[in-house]
């Protein structure tokens, strides 16, 4: 399949291991803050989101971490498994704006 | 239920070529959006449609560009003229838009158009 984002930061870690992978954000007036996880000739499948007026949400094994003052998004992944291998993109939502401005991506690799 | 469905999956085009890309949204979703995503780039927002309004074509590159949604439902990005730099991944998206509420973004797998 095609493989997306061939110059992409990497972070690689081992299996078992928790992943954070980090976001910087542009908009200090974004109110909305998503990540995606895009695998190999797949579109972009929504993981967790995160509105601006919290600074953490849980999910299953993955947790985003918001941190309005510097304008910083992570995803925490738990107990991270091969299946979780795939490029990871943050979004966020100006108000006002419907479409998602998103970030450049990190390719996540998981040895086993 | 089915997710959305884009095609063709893959377009090979020659350059000057126009192409038309298709997207069936997830049935009840009333929003719907067009994004280019580049080698080794994030998204790019290409237009925006929500019911009946009139379109968000803010993100369109140039006029060569245009997509139309026909009932409110099925979606088509019309690229005419088609330049080798055209040649991305093309994702379509819907979302249950509910006013002004956030609301996620469902993705299609793309259509991969490739100029030559």
């Known amino acids: 399949g095609e493989s997306v984002g061939l110059h992409l930061p990497t972070l690689s870690v081992q299996e078992g291991d928790n992943s954070i992978i980090n976001c910087a954000y542009s908009n200090s007036a974004s109110d909305y803050f998503i990540w995606y996880k895009q695998e190999s000739g797949k579109g972009p499948q929504f993981i967790i989101d995160i509105r601006s007026n919290m600074d953490k949400r849980q999910g299953q094994r993955v947790t985003v971490l918001l941190n309005k003052t510097v304008k910083h998004l992570s995803l925490q992944i738990a107990a991270t498994q091969p299946g979780d291998s795939a490029v990871y993109f943050c979004a966020e939502r100006v108000p006002g704006r419907r479409a998602l401005t998103f970030g450049s991506g990190t390719r996540l690799q998981v040895q086993p | 239920g089915a997710g959305v469905s884009q095609s063709p999956s893959n377009k090979v085009t020659e350059k000057g070529k126009d192409v038309e890309l298709r997207c069936d949204p997830i049935?009840?979703?009333?929003?719907l959006y067009w994004y280019r995503q580049s080698l080794g780039q994030g998204l790019e927002f290409l237009i925006y449609f929500q019911g009946n309004s009139a379109p968000d074509k803010s993100g369109l590159p140039s006029d060569r560009f245009s997509a139309e949604r026909t009932g409110g439902s099925v979606s088509t990005l019309t690229i005419q003229r088609t330049q080798q730099e055209d040649s991305a991944v093309y994702l379509c998206a819907s979302t249950v838009s509910l006013g002004a509420r956030a609301e996620t973004q469902y993705f299609g797998p793309g259509t991969r158009l490739l100029v030559l």
């Open positions: 049935s009840g979703h009333t929003a």
